[in-house]
């Protein structure tokens, strides 16, 4: 089977020096991962690098091939500007502030997608609701709870049809009842056959939604296994 | 009373006796006068910028020693110099003041020194069919504002359709009509040898619009000193000493032997009374001067209307180009940024509209926009730099995630949160910009502060004109404010 996602021996550069080595790594359709380790492991440096928001990086980074980026030491960030079929999930959610949840889900369909708005206005109240938020449709980023924003913001990303959901640190804003929601929404996504990549401190909640776990530490990934032989 | 207040009291008073008598005792004549207006009234001495020189000066310094004092010059704008009068700035003004019967019912004014002819001078070209003012009929006529030939001009804008077209100064008019800018300019004749002499293509008429007469103004309450100086004129007139300086200056022609036997033989020269000048009073002026306030106070708004969308477009460009463009495109912007930012919005409108004149003649309203707009768009670009830079960097992220490009980041995401955090300082750059258009009447164009000084020089007060303007302003500005307001909290919502 071809994997969704193939990291081959990825490099981050900051300043001149390398936070993330030679990272290498496949992900396969439907798979949930978990990428683990301390504050400043390099988990959410390599969750960017995949998303194209890292301006230096080297090795190679595919999502279902075609190369999503080409091989390069040193690229300019415009040249991955369009990155396809690659959902993230920020972890302050990052929601578009001056528009509504629905508006928030629908821009890019409409707008990079193509979709008529009456369609993608459809899908996304389909989606808000979907995840629980269908009553939130008209609130503003700032009249939503730290859940519900992050649901909008599962919606966002998921009204792009991705191959590949990157979630950062998604469990930091919930409580343990939301906690266990998103668990199950995890599960219900991958089995769609959408491939989830997660980074993470929280065991727990990585125990109980994932397949596999990498673990990081200063920039390596250090164990690769199932989630019962690792934590 | 309070103590503060029982040593306070006579404190001011000491003051204010003290400075009026200073000048008596100091042996001075304080005489006020405006040195822009150049030779033959008052300039600075071509060889030694130090000093003043012109018949004004000679006129001083034969009032002074007449009192037996020493002639002190205190330098004031000609359009301000009946206020100042009135404040007590000066003990005379002399700077080719007309004489007026709105003058005399406000301020001490003197007899009258020097009788004057109103002239029109147009292109040589034009001078077989520019003859009089009717002639003129729908044509651009220049002169400079709150003056006798003001008045004249105003009648004949009512009678044949004459368009009046002030100014600030008595030199661009000759040079604009040189230009082509204006068809004719309306100014006394000493102005009109000079312009004249300095334009090359330009003739004078011959047979006189009008006739004036340039006298000295004192505040009401000094008509002892006037009378004093009224008896040394007419020595002075008797004796040939007044000859001397007008001869000395070339200024010496038949009118004034006529009027100064008039004079000398107990008679006086009455001021010449255009309607317009008529003394009534505030409240009547302030009727009959309504509409033109209104009328200026829309020409005011409609310019900074059209220069607020042009400093709008113009700055959302530099502020793009900065926050987006490569670096040589941001530091070009910058540096053109920092040129308007640095630079006086006065000199700017000099510029555009004076200094490019040899280039192109860009029309006074639109130079005025133009000028406006230019300066406020480098304002406006830091605004909408800075609220870009404000939209946080996690949007921006997002966007590139889900595929949207930079134009369409900055179009979706980006501009509709900047426009949101620049509302507030933008509405406080168009009520400042709605303020900053009075400028503009250095250009000639009338805008409600130049016509409210007009009114005011005319009726010889600011307290009415001033509220009315004042008013006026605020009619404008309040319900922006309150719009903006609005708008940002329906966004907020």
């Given at each position: 089977m071809t994997p969704v996602l193939e990291v081959e021996d990825l490099y981050v550069m900051r300043k001149g020096q390398p936070v993330v080595h030679g990272v290498t790594f496949h992900a396969f359709r439907g798979e949930r991962v978990a990428l683990m380790g301390a504050s400043g492991a390099g988990k959410?440096?390599?969750?960017?690098?995949?998303?194209?928001?890292?301006?230096?990086i080297g090795g190679a980074v595919s999502v279902c091939r075609?190369?999503?980026?080409?091989?390069?030491?040193?690229?300019?960030i415009q040249q991955v500007e369009r990155t396809p079929r690659i959902g993230m999930v920020f972890q302050f959610h990052n929601l578009f502030e001056h528009l509504t949840a629905l508006d928030n889900v629908c821009l890019a369909p409409v707008?990079?997608?193509?979709v008529p708005r009456h369609d993608a206005e459809r899908q996304g109240t389909a989606l808000l609701e979907q995840l629980g938020v269908g009553h939130r449709v008209h609130a503003r980023p700032h009249e939503l709870s730290g859940?519900?924003?992050q649901r909008v913001a599962i919606a966002r990303a998921l009204a792009m049809k991705p191959l590949l959901l990157l979630m950062d640190e998604p469990t930091a804003s919930l409580d343990p009842t939301r906690r266990d929601d998103l668990a199950a929404t995890i599960r219900d996504l991958s089995a769609d056959g959408t491939t989830i990549l997660i980074s993470t401190h929280d065991a727990p909640f990585a125990s109980a939604c994932v397949d596999r776990v990498l673990v990081m530490h200063d920039g390596h990934v250090v164990q690769d296994g199932r989630p019962q032989q690792v934590l | 009373m309070s103590p503060v207040r029982r040593w306070a009291a006579p404190f001011v008073l000491f003051l204010l006796v003290s400075s009026s008598a200073w000048s008596q005792s100091s042996g001075e004549l304080r005489w006020g006068g405006d040195a822009e207006g150049g030779a033959p009234f008052v300039e600075a001495d071509p060889t030694d910028p130090a000093r003043i020189v012109g018949f004004e000066v000679d006129v001083a310094q034969l009032l002074a020693g007449g009192l037996g004092r020493r002639a002190r010059f205190v330098q004031v704008g000609f359009t301000s110099l009946d206020a100042a009068a009135a404040r007590g700035d000066f003990e005379i003004g002399l700077s080719g003041i007309e004489d007026s019967a709105a003058r005399r019912s406000r301020l001490a004014v003197t007899?009258?020194?020097?009788?004057?002819?109103?002239?029109?001078?147009?292109?040589?070209?034009?001078g077989a069919r520019f003859r009089t003012l009717a002639d003129l009929a729908g044509r651009r006529v220049a002169t400079l504002g709150a003056t006798l030939a003001y008045d004249l001009l105003l009648l004949a804008e009512r009678d044949h359709g004459v368009v009046p077209v002030t100014y600030e100064d008595d030199v661009h008019p000759y040079s604009d009509l040189a230009l082509g800018r204006?068809?004719?300019?309306?100014?006394?004749?000493?102005?009109?040898?000079?312009?004249?002499?300095?334009?090359?293509g330009l003739t004078s008429q011959t047979t006189p619009v009008g006739v004036g007469h340039y006298v000295g103004i004192l505040a009401p309450q000094n008509a002892a000193l006037r009378d004093r100086v009224n008896d040394i004129l007419r020595r002075a007139m008797a004796n040939g000493r007044l000859e001397a300086i007008f001869r000395r200056w070339e200024m010496w022609n038949d009118d004034q032997p006529a009027l100064y036997s008039r004079i000398t033989s107990g008679g006086d020269a009455a001021p010449v009374v255009a309607s317009t000048a008529a003394p009534t009073s505030t409240w009547d002026s302030a009727l009959r001067y309504l509409p033109s306030l209104v009328k200026a106070a829309g020409i005011s708004l409609l310019l900074s209307a059209l220069s607020m969308a042009l400093a709008v477009l113009l700055g959302a460009a530099i502020a793009t180009g900065r926050v987006y463009g490569p670096k040589p495109i941001e530091i070009a912007l910058t540096a053109w940024v920092e040129l308007i930012r640095g630079t006086p919005l006065l000199l700017q409108l000099f510029v555009i509209y004076f200094g490019l004149a040899t280039v192109v003649q860009l029309p006074a309203f639109l130079a005025a926009l133009l000028g406006l707009g230019i300066n406020y768009a480098a304002y406006e670009s830091e605004i909408y730099r800075g609220a870009l830079q404000a939209v946080p960097g996690g949007q921006l992220e997002a966007a590139r995630v889900l595929g949207f490009s930079r134009m369409q980041t900055l179009r979706l995401v980006r501009a509709p949160q900047a426009l949101r955090l620049a509302l507030a300082p933008m509405t406080n750059d168009f009520v400042a910009l709605l303020k900053d258009s009075s400028l503009v009447s250095v250009i000639t164009v009338v805008e409600l502060t130049k016509q409210t000084s007009i009114f005011a020089a005319n009726i010889g007060s600011w307290v009415v004109p001033g509220a009315m303007c004042a008013v006026m302003y605020l009619a404008m500005s309040l319900p922006l404010a309150r719009f903006a307001r609005r708008l940002e909290k329906g966004w907020h919502q």
């Amino acid at each position: 089977m071809t994997p969704v996602l193939e990291v081959e021996d990825l490099y981050v550069m900051r300043k001149g020096q390398p936070v993330v080595h030679g990272v290498t790594f496949h992900a396969f359709r439907g798979e949930r991962v978990a990428l683990m380790g301390a504050s400043g492991a390099g988990k959410t440096t390599v969750l960017r690098a995949i998303a194209g928001l890292e301006p230096q990086i080297g090795g190679a980074v595919s999502v279902c091939r075609p190369d999503v980026f080409s091989v390069a030491d040193r690229r300019d960030i415009q040249q991955v500007e369009r990155t396809p079929r690659i959902g993230m999930v920020f972890q302050f959610h990052n929601l578009f502030e001056h528009l509504t949840a629905l508006d928030n889900v629908c821009l890019a369909p409409v707008h990079v997608g193509g979709v008529p708005r009456h369609d993608a206005e459809r899908q996304g109240t389909a989606l808000l609701e979907q995840l629980g938020v269908g009553h939130r449709v008209h609130a503003r980023p700032h009249e939503l709870s730290g859940g519900e924003a992050q649901r909008v913001a599962i919606a966002r990303a998921l009204a792009m049809k991705p191959l590949l959901l990157l979630m950062d640190e998604p469990t930091a804003s919930l409580d343990p009842t939301r906690r266990d929601d998103l668990a199950a929404t995890i599960r219900d996504l991958s089995a769609d056959g959408t491939t989830i990549l997660i980074s993470t401190h929280d065991a727990p909640f990585a125990s109980a939604c994932v397949d596999r776990v990498l673990v990081m530490h200063d920039g390596h990934v250090v164990q690769d296994g199932r989630p019962q032989q690792v934590l | 009373m309070s103590p503060v207040r029982r040593w306070a009291a006579p404190f001011v008073l000491f003051l204010l006796v003290s400075s009026s008598a200073w000048s008596q005792s100091s042996g001075e004549l304080r005489w006020g006068g405006d040195a822009e207006g150049g030779a033959p009234f008052v300039e600075a001495d071509p060889t030694d910028p130090a000093r003043i020189v012109g018949f004004e000066v000679d006129v001083a310094q034969l009032l002074a020693g007449g009192l037996g004092r020493r002639a002190r010059f205190v330098q004031v704008g000609f359009t301000s110099l009946d206020a100042a009068a009135a404040r007590g700035d000066f003990e005379i003004g002399l700077s080719g003041i007309e004489d007026s019967a709105a003058r005399r019912s406000r301020l001490a004014v003197t007899i009258p020194y020097y009788e004057f002819r109103e002239i029109l001078t147009v292109r040589t070209a034009d001078g077989a069919r520019f003859r009089t003012l009717a002639d003129l009929a729908g044509r651009r006529v220049a002169t400079l504002g709150a003056t006798l030939a003001y008045d004249l001009l105003l009648l004949a804008e009512r009678d044949h359709g004459v368009v009046p077209v002030t100014y600030e100064d008595d030199v661009h008019p000759y040079s604009d009509l040189a230009l082509g800018r204006v068809d004719a300019v309306l100014l006394d004749e000493v102005l009109a040898k000079r312009g004249v002499r300095r334009n090359p293509g330009l003739t004078s008429q011959t047979t006189p619009v009008g006739v004036g007469h340039y006298v000295g103004i004192l505040a009401p309450q000094n008509a002892a000193l006037r009378d004093r100086v009224n008896d040394i004129l007419r020595r002075a007139m008797a004796n040939g000493r007044l000859e001397a300086i007008f001869r000395r200056w070339e200024m010496w022609n038949d009118d004034q032997p006529a009027l100064y036997s008039r004079i000398t033989s107990g008679g006086d020269a009455a001021p010449v009374v255009a309607s317009t000048a008529a003394p009534t009073s505030t409240w009547d002026s302030a009727l009959r001067y309504l509409p033109s306030l209104v009328k200026a106070a829309g020409i005011s708004l409609l310019l900074s209307a059209l220069s607020m969308a042009l400093a709008v477009l113009l700055g959302a460009a530099i502020a793009t180009g900065r926050v987006y463009g490569p670096k040589p495109i941001e530091i070009a912007l910058t540096a053109w940024v920092e040129l308007i930012r640095g630079t006086p919005l006065l000199l700017q409108l000099f510029v555009i509209y004076f200094g490019l004149a040899t280039v192109v003649q860009l029309p006074a309203f639109l130079a005025a926009l133009l000028g406006l707009g230019i300066n406020y768009a480098a304002y406006e670009s830091e605004i909408y730099r800075g609220a870009l830079q404000a939209v946080p960097g996690g949007q921006l992220e997002a966007a590139r995630v889900l595929g949207f490009s930079r134009m369409q980041t900055l179009r979706l995401v980006r501009a509709p949160q900047a426009l949101r955090l620049a509302l507030a300082p933008m509405t406080n750059d168009f009520v400042a910009l709605l303020k900053d258009s009075s400028l503009v009447s250095v250009i000639t164009v009338v805008e409600l502060t130049k016509q409210t000084s007009i009114f005011a020089a005319n009726i010889g007060s600011w307290v009415v004109p001033g509220a009315m303007c004042a008013v006026m302003y605020l009619a404008m500005s309040l319900p922006l404010a309150r719009f903006a307001r609005r708008l940002e909290k329906g966004w907020h919502q």
